[in-house]
T-cell receptor
C-alpha cells in the first residue's frame, strides 16, 4: 500500500476484555515495529519483527501482550485481560530491511481506551 | 543503554522567529540520531537524521540539526518559523548493539507558533 495502515483507528473496550490491533505495513518492508505512546510521552518501543519472527520483544510490558506476523506482512498486536493502564495510542512502523539508521514509516495509530 | 532527553516540553515562538528545540542523548555506542514530527491526527514523519559523516544535517521544511559529540546534543533549528510548523517534535536515537532500526524516543516538545 501507499503507507502504513492501522485498524481500527479507535478502540474502546472494558477492563478485562481481549483486543486485537492490526497493522498493514508498506508492501515489501521486512521490518515492522510496534510502539505505545501514552499521553504527553514519546513512543515507547514494544516489539520488532524481521520477517515473520519477533527479533526483539524486550519492550512488551508483561505476558498479557503478544504480537504475531505469520506471513511476514500484516501484524496483529494482542492484549489480553486489558487494564485501564493499557489506554494509549499504539503505533506501528515499518522499514525496508530493519537496518540501523533506516527511516521508519509510521501509521496514524490506534487509540485504545480501556474503561 | 541509550536514552534521549528533550529540554522543554513546550516551546512557543512568534511567526518568523528562530526555532530551537533541544535534544541531548546518552549512548554507549556511536549513535544514529533522528528528529520526527507529529502533526495532529497524523503519523510521525521523519524530518532528518544523522548517521555518519557531516555533522550538520539538513532536513525537510527548512529544518536542520547539528550533531555535537562533545556535548552529546542534536538540537533542531529553523531560521524562521511558519504557522504550519506547529506540531509535536520527537528526538530519537538508535545504534544498539542488536544492529536494528529500533528507536528510543524522547518525551517530545510541542511547538506553538504565534501569529
Amino acid at each position: 500500500g501507499a503507507g502504513v495502515s492501522q485498524t481500527p483507528s479507535n478502540k474502546v473496550t472494558e477492563k478485562g476484555k481481549y483486543v486485537e490491533l492490526r497493522c498493514d505495513p508498506i508492501s515489501g518492508h521486512t521490518a515492522l515495529y510496534w510502539y505505545r505512546q501514552s499521553l504527553g510521552q514519546g513512543p515507547e518501543f514494544l516489539i520488532y519483527f524481521q520477517g515473520t519472527g519477533a527479533a526483539d520483544d524486550s519492550g512488551l510490558p508483561n505476558d498479557r501482550f503478544f504480537a504475531v506476523r505469520p506471513e511476514g506482512s500484516v501484524s496483529t498486536l494482542k492484549i489480553q485481560r486489558t487494564e485501564r493502564g493499557d489506554s494509549a495510542v499504539y503505533l506501528c512502523a515499518s522499514s525496508a530491511r530493519g537496518g540501523v539508521g533506516e527511516k521508519l514509516f509510521f501509521g496514524s495509530g490506534t487509540q485504545l481506551s480501556v474503561l | 543503554a541509550q536514552s534521549v532527553t528533550q529540554l522543554g516540553s513546550h516551546v512557543s515562538v512568534s511567526e518568523g522567529a528562530l526555532v530551537l528545540l533541544r535534544c541531548n542523548y546518552s549512548s554507549s555506542v556511536p549513535p544514529y540520531l533522528f528528529w520526527y514530527v507529529q502533526y495532529p491526527n497524523q503519523g510521525l514523519q521523519l524530518l532528518l537524521k544523522y548517521t555518519t559523516g557531516a555533522t550538520l544535517v539538513k532536513g525537510i521544511n527548512g529544518f536542520e540539526a547539528e550533531f555535537k559529540k562533545s556535548e552529546t546534543s542534536f538540537h533542531l533549528t529553523k531560521p524562521s518559523a511558519h504557522m504550519s510548523d506547529a506540531a509535536e517534535y520527537f528526538c530519537a536515537v538508535s545504534g544498539s548493539t542488536s544492529n536494528t532500526g529500533k528507536l528510543i524516543f524522547g518525551q517530545g516538545t510541542t511547538l506553538q507558533v504565534k501569529p
